[in-house]
């Protein structure tokens, strides 16, 4: 097998390409992208399938910028019949909420040939991405990272001689209408689990890279690559005894995540663009929704090479691990590591897991949560039948988003768009969530819970036994528009007394928190941030299938919202006449 | 082989269900439907594939309605991404151009969850459908029967005893979005041809209801059906000694077909919605687009069974013939027909779909041409190369359809909506249209016909050699709004000493004609219906590589568009943001 160099740093150097830079004041600038969505022939996994590329690339460019910046994208929708939109992932928009790219939440779909313009600053240093959040699009390929660097002159907490990105995704074979059209029937169609895992976009299926070690016990025959294949793995070539970054993002539809390297440990940075108290670890978790950056030091044998491996947790899995190689540069690219790629923890070693969440720490100095919360909202996830069809739904309530966006619907008092009642802020506490739901049904709904502006909201994640007996998932909740602290993680039952755990003191902030099988995670924030906010489990399908809440605060203070968000539903028949209310 | 009767007029009175009928004057009435687009699950051709249906319905529901009724559709979108709307196909609209269901040109497309009301007036008696106009929905099977009945207490030209409906179509197991994708790859993926032909709904793939006769050569084993698939046969339910009215209408996407039906000849009566001088046929070629009624009197030994056949004209045929029973009820509907089917004729005698096509006259008495022209359109079609891109062209120019609809723009007069210099009216007269083109370059346009009102317009259209040498297409063109008057066929280019042979007395009033190889089509019309009209070829893959054109009339004279009907491009931003222009 020879292998070329095919680094990460390829595909961010690339991106400048699109990328012009205009001056600002403080040296803060505007960085213009123009992008075009459309289907495109990929083969991620090494077999052709249709992806859904940016400006032909898959994943889609990577945005580099600094702290201060404003991104602009102008994003024009080159599909045949569907509308698009793009999330940008761990980008609170402050100000701009109708950015945010979430369809029937901040704006309508762009339609077919039409060109939205996202214009947003990142404030914060850290690493972020972007996805498709319209259907299931994002599962579709609609994905890229989004890096932001600490502003000129400042420096971030730590050192580093080189930085490497690590975009993780899965991949299935079938296409995503079909997936969402087998989740929609009834009885529902499982679309089981991922054929491949992505590094960067890239995996290997029906063959593997480290047929020489027996490791995983795939059984699969050696990949053979020329290099130039668009399936090439991965390599990060280093140079010995430097330290360098690698900053790790999970855009999985389904699948969470361990990494491992080769005799190296890590030292963990940053999550979802917060800056941790650092900590070394042999490996790590990561859920759909997280990032990470972690720090290495090339310290080791330096004529070998090393794996980097990324494994599947929380479910049995039907994935082979996907495999980066770690190439120091005194060696050949060539050549592969001698020892076998880390073993990903067992599948259902929680306590793994635990132990590693329950390690993550704000850095000293990072703000604290305040020590008392105004209200709090407990939200059960449970795994329902409405009429037969299998929905995940919160409170009992499986969300169904509304054809009219929830922010230009608020901001203009229009009724009749969604729900009035709120959804529900608790459930019967004598619900057992130890087993299948006694009474499996749900609705619908499509309420928002409306926050007080600059309240302080705890949220209460509540794990239950799913549909099928002895059934409890993982679940990462993704909030738009903040960071949480997460205050804890518990078992069972979440009662009163479980708030004398909570961590108020160095809690780290995220903006997605996973809640165990059977457990509870809690979370604070504050509702500071004007505008209408998703909540959701981040498991596309899971989300498609209603798990998700929507927030809403201070909407009377945000800004003009663009026409172009509002032209659909109730909001476009109100603004193209205006007697309509 | 055990069949169940399973007749199209159960399909027929299934409809009832979803209709309401509303009184009005003069007996006309206004006919309710509320219909959810959405995918499904069906198995067109005994293979489970994704469908696109109606009510959980595919084919749609038949509309039945009566000359002079108004029908009313409640369209909502359930598809998750993808806007829709549905075309009338045969219905002029007058004085409803809005409700053409055309994206891009009459209307926005429906975004998901979104409903819009089609309300128009079905004036003529006739044979017509239903079809999705955006993107390859039509393909994905989006599509129905519309039939007309004359005014209560008014009666037809002919006289029968029952009818029966067949909807024709054929299907490909790769789904719409990749065809798509195909064809706008470079290099075009060609989709090929079809894996089945569809009657009502129904084909039978990899297996053949007539294995006892060898007559196709297909070597396919016999279907085994209980009767109860949803693949299993069309069966005609007949008595002896009848007359019969077959409706038939062809929405294939590619495939031009031929019927037969074995021992019995057919009275061709109707086309298009226009009664025809009645002339009998053993078989005859129908080509997307079109519709005929046929009738058959039921003369033949009323203790035997008889195929209906339907195969592919005008392609090297892949695709085997479907099949129908026509089942005397005097014997049993699981009896198979002892004769072989029909043999459709051989796929490039042009000669005998040319007899067919130049039989076709009017009724006497029917609505004649002017005898003059105001303007002659010449459209040369070609296949062509853009970038490396293959596309068809009309004139040069391969339509590309904007994000805003013409109806609209043109209404009110936004002039950055689409190209506003006039495609041309001609071609090089010296262009060898036996060769492949000899520059191959052509450009996407998206101008408009202005055509004057109530001005008589002549279109040639002229055939042309395709990419590919010794290759010239069948394309039947499909006008909006409008049926025109086919004058005459002729070999070869287009010259004016052509114009003798025109048919002037009695030429049938179609709103589909097809162009031979190598040949022209002469059609008349009468540019009075004011609204905006695509003119286009029927075949799915080439309309969306863009062969057509848009003809546009008296649109000044056009009542207020729905606004649901312009939310989308430039007139949705126009409404919204008055100060725009």
Same mark, same amino acid.
């Given at each position: 097998?020879?292998?070329?160099?095919?680094?990460?740093?390829?595909?961010?150097? #690339?991106?400048? +390409?699109?990328?012009?830079?205009?001056?600002?004041?403080?040296?803060?600038?505007?960085?213009?992208?123009?992008?075009?969505?459309? #289907?495109?022939?990929?083969?991620?996994?090494?077999?052709?399938?249709?992806?859904?590329?940016?400006? &032909?690339?898959?994943? /889609?460019?990577?945005?580099?910028?600094?702290?201060?910046?404003?991104?602009?994208?102008?994003?024009?929708?080159?599909?045949?019949?569907?509308?698009?939109?793009?999330?940008?992932?761990?980008?609170?928009?402050?100000? $701009?909420?109708?950015?945010?790219?979430?369809?029937?939440?901040?704006?309508?779909?762009?339609?077919?040939?039409? $060109?939205?313009?996202?214009?947003?600053?990142?404030?914060?240093?850290?690493?972020?991405?972007?996805?498709?959040?319209?259907?299931?699009?994002?599962?579709?390929?609609?994905?890229?990272?989004?890096?932001?660097?600490?502003?000129?002159?400042?420096?971030?907490?730590?050192?580093?001689?080189?930085?490497?990105?690590?975009?993780?995704?899965?991949?299935?074979?079938?296409?995503?209408?079909?997936?969402?059209?087998?989740?929609?029937?009834?009885?529902?169609?499982?679309?089981? @689990?991922?054929?491949?895992?992505?590094?960067?976009?890239?995996?290997?299926?029906? +063959?593997?890279?480290?047929?020489?070690?027996?490791?995983?016990?795939?059984?699969?025959?050696? +990949?053979?690559?020329?290099?130039?294949?668009?399936?090439?793995?991965?390599?990060?070539?280093?140079?010995?005894?430097?330290?360098?970054?690698?900053?790790?993002?999970?855009?999985?539809?389904?699948?969470?995540?361990?990494?491992?390297?080769?005799?190296?440990?890590?030292?963990?940075?940053?999550?979802?663009?917060?800056?941790?108290?650092?900590?070394?670890?042999?490996?790590? &978790?990561?859920?759909?929704?997280?990032?990470?950056?972690?720090?290495?030091?090339?310290?080791?044998?330096?004529?070998?090479?090393?794996?980097?491996?990324?494994?599947?947790?929380?479910?049995?899995?039907?994935?082979?691990?996907?495999?980066?190689?770690?190439? #120091?540069?005194?060696?050949?690219?060539?050549?592969?590591?001698?020892?076998?790629?880390?073993?990903? %923890?067992?599948?259902?070693? #929680?306590?793994?897991?635990?132990?590693?969440?329950?390690?993550?720490?704000?850095?000293?100095?990072?703000?604290?949560?305040?020590?008392?919360?105004?209200?709090?909202?407990?939200?059960?996830?449970?795994?329902?039948?409405?009429?037969?069809?299998?929905?995940?739904?919160?409170?009992?309530?499986?969300?169904?988003?509304?054809?009219?966006?929830?922010?230009?619907?608020?901001?203009?008092?229009?009724?009749?768009?969604?729900?009035?009642?709120?959804?529900?802020?608790?459930?019967?506490?004598?619900?057992?969530?130890?087993?299948?739901?006694?009474?499996?049904?749900?609705?619908?709904?499509?309420?928002?819970?409306?926050?007080?502006?600059?309240?302080?909201?705890?949220?209460?994640?509540?794990?239950?036994?799913?549909?099928?007996?002895?059934?409890?998932?993982?679940? %990462?909740?993704?909030?738009?528009?903040?960071?949480?602290?997460?205050? /804890?993680?518990?078992?069972?039952?979440?009662?009163?007394?479980? @708030?004398?755990?909570?961590?108020?003191?160095?809690?780290?902030?995220?903006?997605?928190?996973?809640?165990?099988?059977? /457990?509870? $995670?809690?979370?604070?924030?504050?509702?500071?941030?004007?505008?209408?906010?998703?909540?959701?489990?981040?498991?596309?399908?899971?989300?498609?299938?209603?798990?998700?809440?929507?927030?809403?605060?201070?909407?009377?203070?945000?800004?003009?919202?663009?026409?172009?968000?509002?032209?659909?539903?109730?909001?476009?028949?109100?603004?193209?006449?205006?007697?309509?209310?």
């Amino acid at each position: 097998m020879a292998l070329v160099r095919l680094t990460p740093i390829c595909l961010l150097t #690339y991106l400048c +390409c699109f990328g012009a830079l205009t001056s600002s004041v403080l040296g803060a600038k505007a960085r213009h992208f123009k992008w075009e969505v459309k #289907y495109m022939y990929g083969a991620p996994d090494c077999l052709e399938n249709v992806v859904m590329g940016i400006n &032909d690339q898959f994943p /889609g460019p990577t945005i580099k910028a600094r702290a201060g910046d404003t991104v602009v994208v102008h994003l024009t929708n080159k599909l045949h019949t569907e509308g698009v939109v793009i999330h940008w992932h761990g980008i609170r928009q402050l100000g $701009t909420p109708w950015a945010d790219g979430t369809a029937s939440i901040s704006q309508c779909a762009i339609n077919p040939e039409e $060109t939205f313009v996202y214009r947003f600053k990142v404030d914060k240093a850290g690493t972020y991405f972007y996805h498709g959040h319209y259907g299931m699009q994002r599962s579709a390929g609609l994905y890229g990272l989004l890096i932001v660097d600490v502003e000129e002159g400042k420096k971030e907490p730590f050192q580093y001689d080189g930085e490497f990105n690590l975009l993780l995704s899965d991949w299935w074979h079938k296409g995503v209408h079909e997936q969402e059209l087998d989740l929609s029937v009834k009885p529902m169609r499982w679309i089981g @689990e991922p054929q491949s895992l992505l590094i960067n976009g890239r995996g290997q299926y029906n +063959c593997t890279l480290a047929s020489a070690h027996n490791s995983n016990g795939s059984g699969l025959p050696g +990949c053979k690559f020329r290099g130039t294949e668009r399936c090439a793995p991965n390599i990060l070539h280093v140079m010995p005894n430097k330290t360098y970054r690698l900053r790790v993002a999970s855009t999985t539809a389904l699948a969470s995540l361990n990494l491992a390297i080769g005799n190296h440990k890590m030292l963990m940075v940053e999550a979802d663009g917060n800056y941790l108290e650092p900590f070394w670890v042999n490996d790590f &978790d990561i859920y759909s929704g997280e990032t990470y950056s972690v720090l290495i030091r090339t310290d080791q044998n330096p004529t070998d090479n090393y794996w980097i491996s990324v494994g599947v947790r929380g479910r049995q899995p039907a994935t082979p691990q996907a495999l980066a190689i770690l190439h #120091y540069q005194s060696t050949t690219a060539s050549k592969l590591p001698t020892l076998a790629p880390p073993v990903t %923890p067992r599948w259902n070693d #929680y306590n793994h897991s635990k132990s590693f969440s329950n390690q993550i720490r704000a850095l000293a100095g990072s703000p604290t949560p305040p020590v008392i919360n105004h209200r709090r909202i407990f939200l059960l996830n449970t795994q329902n039948r409405i009429d037969g069809y299998t929905k995940w739904a919160i409170n009992n309530v499986s969300l169904s988003l509304p054809p009219t966006p929830y922010l230009g619907a608020i901001k203009h008092g229009l009724r009749n768009a969604f729900d009035q009642k709120s959804p529900p802020d608790t459930f019967e506490k004598t619900y057992d969530i130890t087993r299948p739901p006694s009474n499996p049904n749900s609705t619908y709904g499509n309420g928002v819970y409306m926050l007080k502006f600059n309240s302080y909201i705890d949220v209460i994640l509540q794990n239950a036994n799913a549909l099928n007996a002895n059934v409890s998932e993982i679940h %990462p909740w993704h909030l738009h528009g903040h960071d949480f602290w997460v205050l /804890g993680y518990g078992e069972g039952m979440f009662s009163t007394k479980d @708030e004398g755990m909570f961590n108020l003191k160095n809690p780290p902030l995220r903006n997605t928190a996973v809640v165990f099988p059977y /457990g509870w $995670t809690a979370l604070r924030f504050v509702a500071d941030n004007p505008g209408v906010w998703a909540f959701h489990c981040h498991i596309e399908p899971h989300l498609h299938m209603g798990m998700g809440v929507v927030f809403a605060e201070g909407v009377h203070l945000v800004g003009n919202i663009p026409n172009e968000a509002l032209s659909c539903g109730l909001t476009g028949k109100m603004l193209m006449n205006k007697t309509y209310h």
